[in-house]
């Protein structure tokens, strides 16, 4: 049973453990979003793109 609300996370640097918490969800929510803050190199972006329904990267929080 999906409940109406939205998961919304902001994650950095957290590939490894992003795709397994995405798919424990994915049936319980209506929608995932997801801010990634890491470097472009992480895994993140793919994990997204195969499990949320709305991500978008934003590095200007980032002081390195």
Not at 15 to 20: I, Q, V
Not at 23 to 28: K, P
């Amino acid at each position: 049973m999906r409940a109406p609300v939205s998961l919304t996370m902001i994650v950095r640097d957290e590939a490894d453990t992003l795709r397994p918490l995405l798919y424990s969800v994915r049936d319980h929510v209506e929608e995932i979003c997801v801010v990634i803050t890491s470097k472009e190199d992480d895994n993140s972006i793919a994990v997204c793109q195969d499990l949320a329904d709305k991500w978008e990267v934003f590095t200007g929080c980032n002081y390195k």
